[in-house]
Protein backbone atom coordinates (compact mmCIF):
# COMPACT_ATOMS: atom_id res chain seq x y z
CA UNK A 1 0.00 0.00 0.00
CA UNK A 2 1.70 3.46 -0.80
CA UNK A 3 0.22 6.65 0.82
CA UNK A 4 0.14 10.04 -0.16
CA UNK A 5 -0.45 12.49 2.40
CA UNK A 6 -1.49 16.19 1.95
CA UNK A 7 -3.16 19.29 3.43
CA UNK A 8 -0.60 20.61 6.30
CA UNK A 9 0.44 24.28 6.43
CA UNK A 10 0.48 27.04 8.69
CA UNK A 11 -2.47 27.79 10.81
CA UNK A 12 -3.07 30.29 13.89
CA UNK A 13 -4.37 28.88 16.97
CA UNK A 14 -7.96 28.16 17.38
CA UNK A 15 -7.91 27.66 13.04
CA UNK A 16 -8.72 24.58 10.90
CA UNK A 17 -6.89 22.48 8.80
CA UNK A 18 -7.98 19.58 6.48
CA UNK A 19 -5.36 16.26 6.27
CA UNK A 20 -6.23 13.92 3.61
CA UNK A 21 -4.50 10.76 2.70
CA UNK A 22 -4.76 8.59 -0.68
CA UNK A 23 -3.97 5.11 -0.78
CA UNK A 24 -3.18 2.75 -3.65
CA UNK A 25 -4.15 -0.26 -3.45
CA UNK A 26 -7.25 -2.80 -4.48
CA UNK A 27 -8.02 -3.93 -0.90
CA UNK A 28 -8.06 -0.36 1.01
CA UNK A 29 -11.19 -1.20 2.83
CA UNK A 30 -9.49 -3.87 4.46
CA UNK A 31 -7.08 -2.03 6.04
CA UNK A 32 -7.35 -0.26 9.32
CA UNK A 33 -6.48 4.17 8.72
CA UNK A 34 -4.59 5.86 11.39
CA UNK A 35 -2.99 9.36 11.58
CA UNK A 36 0.03 9.02 13.51
CA UNK A 37 1.94 12.50 14.54
CA UNK A 38 5.04 13.43 15.79
CA UNK A 39 6.33 16.37 17.52
CA UNK A 40 9.56 17.88 17.63
CA UNK A 41 11.35 16.07 20.33
CA UNK A 42 8.71 13.81 21.34
CA UNK A 43 8.14 10.39 20.48
CA UNK A 44 5.45 9.47 17.47
CA UNK A 45 1.88 8.86 18.81
CA UNK A 46 -1.25 7.79 17.06
CA UNK A 47 -3.57 11.00 17.09
CA UNK A 48 -6.85 8.84 15.67
CA UNK A 49 -7.59 5.49 13.92
CA UNK A 50 -10.46 3.95 11.82
CA UNK A 51 -11.87 0.49 11.60
CA UNK A 52 -12.18 -1.20 8.02
CA UNK A 53 -16.12 -0.31 7.87
CA UNK A 54 -15.80 3.64 9.58
CA UNK A 55 -17.67 2.18 12.18
CA UNK A 56 -15.57 2.58 15.10
CA UNK A 57 -13.22 5.66 15.66
CA UNK A 58 -10.30 5.99 18.21
CA UNK A 59 -8.58 9.44 19.17
CA UNK A 60 -6.14 10.04 21.55
CA UNK A 61 -7.26 12.13 24.49
CA UNK A 62 -5.60 15.40 23.36
CA UNK A 63 -7.53 15.83 20.25
CA UNK A 64 -11.29 14.14 21.48
CA UNK A 65 -13.66 16.47 20.82
CA UNK A 66 -11.83 18.89 17.93
CA UNK A 67 -10.18 16.29 15.87
CA UNK A 68 -12.36 13.85 13.43
CA UNK A 69 -11.41 11.08 11.08
CA UNK A 70 -13.03 9.72 8.63
CA UNK A 71 -12.74 7.32 5.62
CA UNK A 72 -14.48 7.33 2.20
CA UNK A 73 -13.49 3.63 0.62
CA UNK A 74 -14.92 4.33 -2.68
CA UNK A 75 -11.98 7.01 -3.16
CA UNK A 76 -9.48 4.79 -1.48
CA UNK A 77 -9.13 8.12 1.02
CA UNK A 78 -8.76 8.94 4.89
CA UNK A 79 -9.30 12.20 6.16
CA UNK A 80 -8.13 14.27 9.28
CA UNK A 81 -10.31 17.17 9.99
CA UNK A 82 -9.11 19.44 13.10
CA UNK A 83 -10.59 22.11 14.68
CA UNK A 84 -9.53 24.12 17.34
CA UNK A 85 -6.04 23.54 16.95
CA UNK A 86 -3.37 24.66 19.44
CA UNK A 87 0.08 24.80 19.54
CA UNK A 88 0.72 21.63 20.55
CA UNK A 89 -0.82 20.05 17.77
CA UNK A 90 2.37 21.28 16.35
CA UNK A 91 3.86 17.79 14.64
CA UNK A 92 4.31 16.08 11.42
CA UNK A 93 1.41 13.97 11.00
CA UNK A 94 1.39 10.60 8.85
CA UNK A 95 -0.86 8.40 7.64
CA UNK A 96 -0.80 4.90 8.28
CA UNK A 97 -2.36 1.59 7.67
CA UNK A 98 -2.13 -1.84 9.22
CA UNK A 99 -4.61 -5.28 8.73
CA UNK A 100 -5.45 -5.90 11.94
CA UNK A 101 -8.91 -4.48 13.13
CA UNK A 102 -7.24 -3.16 16.27
CA UNK A 103 -7.76 0.51 16.75
CA UNK A 104 -5.43 1.01 19.69
CA UNK A 105 -2.32 -0.31 18.52
CA UNK A 106 1.03 1.55 18.89
CA UNK A 107 2.84 2.99 16.00
CA UNK A 108 5.22 -0.12 15.67
CA UNK A 109 2.24 -2.02 14.30
CA UNK A 110 1.75 0.11 11.51
CA UNK A 111 2.63 -1.45 8.36
CA UNK A 112 2.28 1.29 5.89
CA UNK A 113 3.34 4.88 6.03
CA UNK A 114 3.08 7.79 4.18
CA UNK A 115 5.63 10.85 4.03
CA UNK A 116 4.55 13.32 6.74
CA UNK A 117 2.85 16.58 6.40
CA UNK A 118 4.04 19.27 8.61
CA UNK A 119 1.31 21.37 10.59
CA UNK A 120 2.50 23.95 12.79
CA UNK A 121 0.11 26.35 14.76
CA UNK A 122 1.27 29.39 15.81
CA UNK A 123 -0.01 30.79 19.08
Known amino acids: VQLQASGGGLVQAGGSLRLSCAAS????????MAWLRQAPGKEREVVAA????????YYTDSVKGRFTIARDNAKNRVYLQMNGLKAEDTAVYYC?????????????????WGQGTLVTVSS
Open 50 to 57: IAWRGDAL
Open 96 to 112: AAKRNNYLRSPPSEYDY
Open 25 to 32: SDTFSTYV
